[in-house]
């Protein structure tokens, strides 16, 4: 098995972005095939998630345990590992850790979203989280819009000045959710939080990306916002039991628009609010198992 760093390493950026908009497009037109996940509940509110998909040139099994309490025991929130076969035979091909690929995926994925529904590079992205979630966005943000101004709001004011500091090498700064600045463009949400946390009104201009909770009954997003929103998702057929910021608000599914209806259009958040739920699903995970595998070849080919 592949570990964190090795496994980071095999998912570039740039390369997992642009894997993700190819697989986007290709689950939309079925060409990749992906059931919904199957998520049974562990002892003390944890979850065990299995998750699937295939294409024509490979497949995959992601098996991963989220724990939100586990922090406070010393121990990493999600856990567990992905399996890459061949398309074809079905032969094990590489297997990687499931929690990395699950956290650079997710952070990919709003990079996409950026790209894709705000339309220009950003100016200025506030952060909400100060977790593992969070580091993999800031990390992304560096490396693909290293311009923009970098805000981290925190459960509390010590959290954010405390994460800001480990951002090696990266210019971030604590801020406050509550009051944006008002050049702030893009709002991500990185929490675990079951209760809104963002609760400022929709407006043109800024791009809310949230990420950090998929039941149906927990929201980072507050209902009004929701609503004054056009809204899309990484994944209809899953946001539609999961994404509990627009069950919550009561959204009208026939204007949920998956974030494929907008590849190939001029979507711009500087035309109308703009937000963007993702849930997660295995597709996704293939598009980077397909980075891993390419980069795997690309090293063993350069290293002869």
């Not at 059931?35 to 040139?57: H, K, N």
Request: proline share 6%.
């Amino acid at each position: 098995m592949t570990d964190r760093d090795a496994t980071a390493r095999l998912l570039p950026w740039p390369d997992l972005v642009d894997a993700l908009r190819t697989a986007v497009v290709e689950l939309a037109d079925g060409h990749i095939r992906c059931p919904a996940r199957q998520v049974e509940p562990l002892q003390g509110g944890g979850a065990l998630l299995s998750m699937l998909a295939t294409a024509p040139d490979c497949a995959i099994h992601k098996l991963i345990a989220v724990v939100p309490d586990n922090p406070a025991r010393g121990l990493p929130t999600i856990a567990g590992q992905l399996s890459v076969v061949d398309g074809a035979t079905g032969a094990l091909r590489l297997v990687l850790d499931g929690a990395t690929v699950t956290a650079r995926r997710t952070a990919a994925l709003s990079m996409l979203g950026i790209s894709t529904l705000l339309g220009r590079p950003p100016r200025h992205v506030l952060l909400a989280g100060t977790g593992t979630q969070a580091l993999h966005h800031a990390q992304a943000l560096a490396a693909l819009y290293p311009q923009a101004l970098l805000g981290v709001a925190g459960r509390t004011a010590e959290a954010a000045v405390r994460f800001c500091a480990s951002l090696d090498g990266m210019d971030a700064r604590p801020a406050l959710l509550a009051r944006p600045e008002p050049d702030v463009d893009v709002v991500i949400t990185c929490t675990t939080s079951r209760q809104p946390i963002y609760t400022q009104p929709a407006q043109a201009g800024r791009l809310i990306i949230a990420t950090g909770v998929f039941h149906p009954d927990a929201a980072e997003i507050g209902e009004e916002t929701v609503r004054a929103s056009r809204l899309y998702v990484d994944d209809r057929h899953g946001a539609a039991h999961e994404a509990g910021d627009l069950i919550r608000a009561g959204a009208d599914w026939s204007h949920v628009h998956a974030i494929a209806a907008a590849m190939g259009h001029n979507a711009s958040a500087d035309d109308e609010p703009v937000l963007f739920k993702t849930v997660g699903c295995a597709a996704w995970d293939l598009a980077a198992a397909r980075v891993a595998l390419a980069r795997l070849e690309y090293d063993a080919v350069n290293a002869d």
